[in-house]
């Protein structure tokens, strides 16, 4: 799967310098999908000098000649559509539809940025010097790095790429390790825009080889992260010796109200496929289900029988509705956190196990949670995984604050009828993002991003190709 690529240094893919290999494994069947090459320090050494090269000339190229080129980037991932829903599949176990429609977010992402890069405008300020202007001007930032994480291995990749190319930046992606392949494909289909050498490269590979030497340099002027908050807080810390723009998207721990007047229906058909995409290993999704004390029984009932009704199995299969964990360290803590979450009081109504009916693989049935505290570990964390935890409450205010009561701020939600109590909900919650009686935040023209422990910046919108840029002010009197 992975010897047509490797790393991709100066245009070109090669090999690890010493020949360093490590397996990627399949979630489903736990047996290697192939080695991709492991980056040594000297490698990731080598792709900042040529993202140096790459990026004196990429800079030079106007607006309209980098949005020619990623134009071009989109219609080749588009020629490649099929291989590389098959690719990301077979990675994270995903079922193949949800592949698809992710690799069609990631050419959104080229296609609109290709548009933004015709419009990076600059302004004009009246001076208070006679016969003088203020000019402000918008400069590419630098080498950007791209740092990403598995459960959204193409995504993810075009969030950060995208913007970085349409500002005139060259980037490093750095995947993880467990999903490389994806990006392999996502680096050989900007081949197609015919990028001077070194523009966009791809190194993988452990903390030591790839994300230090980036971090330690200073040609790098700005990292970007998808990845947990911790290892977000320490990102910040290393950015601060070469002092580097930083944006990064980290966890979240989403609430979702239901409230009394809520079309109870409408409600459970969204939020069940919604959960348990991915397995539950979305940083947006629902993770506590605040429900109206009126329509709890009802909701918990519905949940759990749509949640007992997914088909689980390999994302490859077409008739798939949820596949596996990443890893079995994933599966083994999600098993603690409904263990522990048994043991404090919840009422385990659905799932709670792994899956018995497969002899290998990361599966863990679909699970949902009821009576559940404040402060058990499956509210208070991110659970990262196939759990509904369910509480009733009883009144707006309570919701509200219950909601409000953590330090993430990634993603929120809220299902109501009525106006009033929608715009107090997108007013009151702390979150980068709200929707009201949707899920659907994440799209090219719209910006993507938390507060909090969840993160800073935005990726998308008009809004994701300003963290690729520096503004310059020229005072010019004659």
């Not at 680096?187 to 070194?198: K, S, W, Y």
């Not at 009828?417 to 107090?424: D, I, L, T």
């Not at 799209?443 to 422990?453: H, K, L, Q, V, W």
């Amino acid at each position: 799967m992975y010897a047509n690529y490797g790393l991709f240094i100066d245009g070109k893919w090669r090999k690890a310098s010493d020949g360093g290999t490590v397996p990627v494994m399949s979630p489903v069947t736990e047996k290697p999908l192939g080695e991709a090459p492991v980056a040594t320090r000297a490698d990731t050494e080598e792709a900042i000098d040529s993202a140096s090269r790459g990026f004196s000339s990429w800079k030079s190229k106007g607006g309209f000649e980098r949005a020619s080129a990623l134009h071009a980037i989109a219609d080749e991932m588009i020629r490649r559509k099929d291989e590389a829903a098959r690719m990301i599949s077979s990675e994270t176990g995903k079922p193949v539809a949800q592949s698809e429609r992710e690799w069609g977010l990631a050419v959104d992402q080229f296609r609109w940025y290709a548009e933004e890069a015709r419009r990076i405008y600059g302004r004009v300020i009246e001076s208070r010097v006679p016969g003088g202007r203020f000019e402000v001007l918008h400069e590419p930032v630098g080498i950007a790095a791209a740092f990403t994480a598995w459960n959204f291995p193409a995504a993810l990749v075009a969030r950060k790429v995208a913007p970085a190319l349409g500002a005139g930046c060259s980037t490093i992606v750095r995947p993880s390790s467990q999903t490389p392949g994806t990006a392999m494909l996502m680096v050989d289909c900007i081949r197609a825009g015919n990028l001077p050498a070194g523009t966009v490269s791809l190194v993988v590979g452990p903390t030591s080889t790839t994300y230090a030497p980036i971090m330690a340099s200073p040609a790098v002027r700005k990292v970007s992260l998808t990845g947990s908050t911790r290892v977000g807080q320490q990102m910040i810390r290393d950015a601060a010796d070469t002092v580097k723009k930083v944006s990064m998207e980290l966890g979240g721990n989403a609430p979702l109200i239901v409230f009394d007047d809520a079309d109870l229906d409408a409600a459970l058909s969204v939020s069940v496929p919604t959960k348990y995409a991915n397995a539950g290993q979305v940083c947006v999704t629902p993770d506590r289900f605040f429900v109206h004390e009126s329509l709890h029984d009802a909701f918990v009932e519905g949940f759990m029988q749509r949640a007992n009704a997914l088909k689980l199995g390999d994302g490859l299969d077409p008739s798939v509705q949820m596949g596996p964990l990443i890893n079995a360290g994933r599966l083994s803590e999600i098993e603690d956190i409904v263990s522990d979450a048994v043991k404090a009081g919840a009422k385990l109504v659905a799932g709670g196990r792994r899956a018995a009916a497969f002899n290998a693989g990361h599966f863990h049935e679909p699970t949902v949670l009821t009576d559940v505290a404040d402060d058990m570990r499956v509210f208070a964390e991110e659970n990262f995984g196939p759990i509904a935890a369910i509480t009733r409450f009883s009144s707006d205010d309570e919701a509200l604050e219950r909601a409000n009561a953590s330090p993430m701020g990634l993603s929120a939600y809220a299902f109501t009828s009525s106006p009033k109590r929608a715009r107090r909900a997108v007013a009151e919650m702390k979150a980068g993002m709200v929707g009201i009686n949707s899920f659907a935040l994440a799209a090219s023209e719209a910006p993507f991003g938390g507060t909090n422990y969840s993160g800073m910046g935005r990726e998308g919108g008009s809004e994701g190709i300003g963290d690729y840029l520096d503004t310059k002010l020229a005072q010019i009197v004659f």
